[in-house]
């Protein structure tokens, strides 16, 4: 009984490490899926926190006064999920970007109709753009990506310690710079397609000029499927390397965010 009272001192702290965690556990790719139960998102989040929690120095937690009251906790837990949301959001920018690049590519294709549910990231996608993602979501787990989001939330107490981080325009002009990477990377992924696509509807339309009689509608729409999952089959070395740098790139710019704050 003794011991109870310096127990309860730590609980507060504890609570805004478990709730940083638990930011990732909402938006970060592999952890925030909806297919995981959200009571093991919620044990995830207590048994890594928990862990963490010991490794953190006093100095992470000196400049706020911590109370095991509901009032003087919300905003500090507040802002601790949105800390482990930003992390998530930055690692899982990649993934859209890859998303982005196979949605174009089905869309030319002629597959954009043909759309089904994803319940990772709650949406709905065409083939192509599911089957890009999920394997650059194997990619991200390839190289670490899971840890390295762990990693990120557990050096960002050194720092930013609880209750001082600000959406600052720092902040903004580094979501603006990513979500511009998104575009680049969808079209560099999409680019060869379109490249062939052009270059297929092009001799289509010759062809109907010289032949009328061809019916180019019935003739054209399966080629254009066929020369799609050729271009795609014969690049997916070149779109793995650029989907494996474009995660290193991120991840390295998410530590030198987090380490300058």
């Not at 507040?78 to 859209?96: H, Q, R």
């Amino acid at each position: 009984m003794n011991q109870l009272p310096g127990i309860l001192e730590h609980v507060p702290a504890t609570l805004l490490v478990v709730f940083r965690i638990g930011g990732l556990m909402l938006y970060g790719p592999v952890f925030g899926s909806r297919v995981i139960p959200v009571k093991i998102k919620v044990l995830i989040s207590f048994l890594i926190g928990g862990a963490i929690y010991p490794l953190l120095s006093q100095q992470c937690f000196g400049q706020t006064e911590l109370k095991l009251e509901l009032w003087s906790l919300a905003p500090l837990v507040t802002m601790e999920l949105l800390i482990g949301i930003v992390v998530g959001y930055v690692a899982s920018i990649p993934l859209v970007a890859v998303q982005t690049g196979g949605l174009v590519m089905g869309q030319q294709m002629g597959l954009g109709f043909a759309r089904f549910y994803n319940p990772t990231v709650d949406d709905e996608a065409d083939v192509v753009g599911q089957l890009l993602f999920f394997m650059a979501l194997a990619m991200f787990l390839m190289i670490g990506g899971h840890e390295a989001m762990v990693l990120a939330v557990l050096n960002s107490f050194q720092h930013i310690q609880p209750g001082q981080f600000v959406l600052d325009l720092d902040f903004i002009s580094l979501v603006n710079g990513l979500l511009l990477s998104v575009l680049e990377v969808a079209l560099r992924i999409a680019a060869p397609l379109l490249a062939l696509v052009f270059l297929q509807s092009l001799a289509m339309g010759f062809i109907a000029k010289t032949v009328p009689q061809l019916n180019i509608l019935s003739l054209g729409f399966p080629l254009r499927i066929l020369l799609g999952i050729a271009i795609i089959a014969l690049g997916l070395t070149i779109i793995s390397e650029v989907v494996m740098g474009e995660i290193d790139h991120v991840l390295s710019i998410l530590f030198s965010w987090i380490e300058s704050r």
